[in-house]
């Protein structure tokens, strides 16, 4: 048997999605936070793949590609604000962030 | 789906267990090194279900280039440091976003559990797509034909992030400075 159910690929999925989002509940530390923002974003990706074998359409794995790139750019600019935030806060926790100016 | 379950389950379970160490580790280095576990997890099984473009993508890009990134600036940022010590959150308010989370994840597989999928609505089927030449051939193609302007639209976006980066993470000169730097050349100029 040479088969793998597309509900169970897409079970996968939404689980790692929530195992990401979990972690931006829990966690405190910005980088992690950043880091649990990719994992829902390959959760997404993994989806995309799925429906793009199942419906036998390559817009799918079209998408996945785009969302790389848009998730690169995003991880590079969250990076440089957890920069710019360090310089000013001394610090990366969110509970730290409460105030708009310097 | 015509994939091997065993490396199926294999890498889903090696991802879950990752991700809930990327969730769970006190430092931030080994929250970055499970999540490349994570990702060659991933691209494990994109490569099984034969999307060979988007997993090598993957591994060029998010185990490559994002991570690295993530590492330099949590070296940058030095992690000995004591801000990296973290005051974890209360057990009440993690309990109920563990339980939130779990009902969630349940809620979401019962719906892809009990729906009927769509057949094939177009003819990339894996014979066509292997006929063409194999998925990275045809994906290049469709790119640079039906996909061209949001190809293109990508190197802009691409370019406001570089810009946006470096506006962002500048360091700024302190006030005193400047105003030191414009006495100083004022006293030049008397």
Redesign the interface.
Same mark, same amino acid.
């Given at each position: 048997? %040479?088969?793998?159910?597309?509900? +169970?690929?897409? $079970? /996968?999925s939404?689980?790692?999605? /929530?195992?990401? /989002? $979990?972690?931006i509940?829990?966690?405190? %530390?910005i =980088? +992690?936070v950043?880091?649990?923002i990719?994992?829902m974003l390959?959760a997404a %990706?993994?989806t995309f793949?799925?429906f793009?074998?199942? =419906?036998?359409?390559?817009g799918g794995?079209?998408s996945?590609?785009?969302i790389?790139?848009?998730? $690169?750019?995003?991880? $590079?600019?969250g =990076?440089? =604000?957890?920069?710019?935030m360090?310089?000013t806060l001394?610090?990366?926790?969110t509970d730290d962030i409460q105030l708009l100016r310097e | 789906m015509e994939i091997n379950p065993a490396f199926f389950y294999i890498f889903a379970g090696l991802a879950i267990a990752f991700s809930l160490l990327v969730v769970i580790k006190k430092s931030a280095i080994a929250s970055a090194f499970n999540l490349v576990c994570v990702f060659f997890s991933f691209a494990g099984i994109y490569a099984m279900m034969d999307a060979h473009l988007i997993a090598a993508i993957q591994i060029i890009v998010y185990a490559g280039a994002v991570m690295v990134l993530f590492l330099f600036v949590i070296m940058l940022l030095n992690a000995d440091n004591a801000a990296f010590d973290m005051h974890p959150i209360g057990r009440g308010k993690r309990l109920v976003s563990a339980s939130f989370v779990v009902v969630m994840a349940g809620m979401f597989i019962w719906v892809f559990k009990n729906t009927t999928y769509l057949g094939p609505i177009s003819n990339f089927s894996n014979a066509n797509v292997e006929a063409a030449g194999g998925n990275t051939q045809v994906l290049s193609e469709l790119m640079f034909s039906e996909y061209i302007l949001p190809f293109e639209l990508t190197s802009v976006l691409l370019l406001a992030a570089i810009i946006g980066t470096i506006a962002i993470a500048k360091r700024k000169k302190p006030a005193a400075l400047l105003n030191g730097g414009s006495a100083a050349k004022g006293g030049n100029a008397q």
């Amino acid at each position: 048997m %040479n088969y793998v159910q597309p509900w +169970v690929i897409l $079970a /996968f999925s939404a689980i790692i999605f /929530f195992i990401g /989002f $979990a972690g931006i509940l829990v966690r405190r %530390n910005i =980088l +992690v936070v950043l880091m649990c923002i990719e994992l829902m974003l390959n959760a997404a %990706n993994l989806t995309f793949v799925t429906f793009s074998k199942q =419906l036998h359409h390559m817009g799918g794995q079209m998408s996945v590609f785009f969302i790389i790139t848009v998730a $690169a750019a995003e991880s $590079a600019i969250g =990076l440089g =604000l957890v920069v710019a935030m360090f310089r000013t806060l001394r610090s990366v926790d969110t509970d730290d962030i409460q105030l708009l100016r310097e | 789906m015509e994939i091997n379950p065993a490396f199926f389950y294999i890498f889903a379970g090696l991802a879950i267990a990752f991700s809930l160490l990327v969730v769970i580790k006190k430092s931030a280095i080994a929250s970055a090194f499970n999540l490349v576990c994570v990702f060659f997890s991933f691209a494990g099984i994109y490569a099984m279900m034969d999307a060979h473009l988007i997993a090598a993508i993957q591994i060029i890009v998010y185990a490559g280039a994002v991570m690295v990134l993530f590492l330099f600036v949590i070296m940058l940022l030095n992690a000995d440091n004591a801000a990296f010590d973290m005051h974890p959150i209360g057990r009440g308010k993690r309990l109920v976003s563990a339980s939130f989370v779990v009902v969630m994840a349940g809620m979401f597989i019962w719906v892809f559990k009990n729906t009927t999928y769509l057949g094939p609505i177009s003819n990339f089927s894996n014979a066509n797509v292997e006929a063409a030449g194999g998925n990275t051939q045809v994906l290049s193609e469709l790119m640079f034909s039906e996909y061209i302007l949001p190809f293109e639209l990508t190197s802009v976006l691409l370019l406001a992030a570089i810009i946006g980066t470096i506006a962002i993470a500048k360091r700024k000169k302190p006030a005193a400075l400047l105003n030191g730097g414009s006495a100083a050349k004022g006293g030049n100029a008397q």
